[in-house]
């Protein structure tokens, strides 16, 4: 009997989010959040300051502070701000934005407890390169290695799933639609890019997502801000529909067959997750490179990237698509639009060729993705098998840019999630049993910060 893999991924996908990991990642970040007495909202205006001016250069790490955030940026804002927030739409209609944002504002916090642990517990490697993430805050915070290697094993799948098939994939979709480039073509030059940067090391990746990420995050976001004024009296109605949608479902428009309350859940807090990686145990491994004073100043930072992810990049998204009503548009070949297609049809309402924001978008975040990712699967590589396995792991990472060209959405989507969710797991069970080391890390931080206030 032949098997269907993509019902079958669905449903997987379907019973581990819809089931148990979207109510982990909420109890999770809500006992986070009363724990730390709501730090997001209080310390969020001098984390974003510290993520653009802060500079420890002579403190201990491998990479800047701005450049181990633009390496965590790098693996969020990216594919899942733009093709995955289109998807999430389609999947769970507009109220789904809602959901992302009310998983981003308990997700600031919970990246924020990710990367002090991170910090506090990363150890140097025999290269003199830092090490650091939940496989080890685990191992050394609790003393379960078994768990430890859990997540490094699901954190490489994750490196070469979320972070690389569905990057590579999106990459060739775009080029593809734009002029013309066969996917196998544009997977064999990204592959030979990605070749280039991600064996000079973690320094080199550094450098790399410094430069691509704010220029690219700055172009894009001007575009769709174009589009936005240019609809600017629809944004209130758009909002109106976000919140409605959130509690009611959605009903059919055009192409688009309508969804549920729960689907929107669903979409919502999952797309949202892809995007700004807060509870998968990402950001923290490129968090534990960052040259740091103490734990808690970069944890601020590490914060910032959710604000950054799901509250700009992605609410942008999501208004061009909103206030420019192609939803449930069709392409030539009757085909209901659906992904990047579907963004990039939405900027061509108002800018001419505007699908090109998108693409160049797309092309240059997918990359810096793959980047970012290429460095989360190496820790968790290193972990596992030791310095040694690195540059096998490096070669075959460097392959699967290519595969992934030629794979289709819905399997690759539906992998992303999957291990996304193996990949949380551990690092939230982790979180849950070093709360109190977050609560006492936090109160010595805190308490700095206020010395440091009445001292200026």
């Not at 073509?185 to 990204?190: D, K, N, R, T, Y």
């Not at 030629?406 to 979180?431: E, Q, S």
């Amino acid at each position: 009997m032949k098997i269907d893999w993509v019902t079958l991924l669905e449903t997987i996908d379907r019973l581990m989010w819809e089931k148990f990991l979207i109510f982990l990642l909420l109890f999770v970040g809500f006992i986070l959040t009363v724990r730390l007495k709501g730090m997001q909202f209080r310390y969020l205006p001098y984390a974003l300051k510290l993520a653009f001016s802060r500079h420890d250069d002579n403190a201990e790490g491998d990479i800047s502070q701005f450049q181990s955030l633009m390496t965590a940026l790098a693996a969020t804002i990216g594919i899942g701000s733009i093709a995955g927030m289109a998807t999430a739409v389609m999947a769970g209609g507009y109220g789904a934005i809602f959901w992302m944002w009310v998983m981003a504002t308990i997700g600031m916090v919970t990246k924020y407890a990710e990367a002090i642990l991170a910090v506090k517990y990363r150890e140097v490697d025999h290269r003199g390169e830092m090490c650091g993430g939940p496989m080890y805050y685990i191992e050394k915070g609790l003393g379960w290695k078994w768990l430890g290697v859990l997540f490094a094993i699901f954190g490489s799948l994750s490196a070469f799933a979320g972070g690389n098939l569905t990057q590579s994939h999106s990459i060739a979709d775009s080029m593809y639609t734009l002029i013309g480039v066969p996917h196998y073509v544009s997977g064999l030059i990204f592959a030979i890019l990605t070749g280039f940067v991600i064996l000079g090391g973690i320094k080199s990746l550094g450098k790399v997502n410094a430069i691509l990420v704010p220029l690219m995050a700055l172009f894009y976001m001007i575009g769709g801000l174009i589009v936005i004024t240019a609809n600017y009296e629809m944004i209130p109605d758009s909002f109106r529909l976000i919140f409605k949608n959130a509690f009611t479902g959605q009903a059919a428009i055009g192409g688009f067959a309508g969804a549920g309350v729960m689907a929107a859940i669903q979409m919502g807090i999952v797309r949202g997750i892809s995007s700004n990686e807060a509870g998968l145990g990402s950001a923290p491994i490129a968090a534990a490179a960052a040259k740091t004073d103490v734990p808690g100043r970069q944890a601020l930072i590490s914060m910032t990237g959710v604000f950054l992810a799901s509250f700009i990049v992605c609410t942008i998204t999501v208004l061009v698509i909103s206030l420019t009503g192609v939803l449930g548009s069709v392409d030539d070949n009757g085909n209901v639009l659906n992904g990047a297609p579907l963004v990039m049809a939405a900027f061509n309402t108002v800018i001419p060729h505007g699908q090109w924001i998108v693409a160049i978008g797309l092309i240059c975040f997918g990359f810096s993705t793959i980047l970012g990712w290429s460095y989360y699967g190496e820790k968790c590589i290193e972990y596992l098998f030791g310095e040694k396995a690195l540059l096998f792991y490096r070669f075959i990472f460097i392959g699967v840019v290519f595969v992934g060209s030629m794979l289709t959405l819905d399997v690759v989507w539906y992998l992303v999630d999957i291990m996304n969710g193996l990949m949380a797991f551990p690092n939230l069970i982790g979180l849950i049993f070093l709360t109190p080391v977050i609560a006492l890390e936090s109160k010595g931080f805190f308490a700095l910060l206020k010395k440091e206030k009445e001292k200026s």
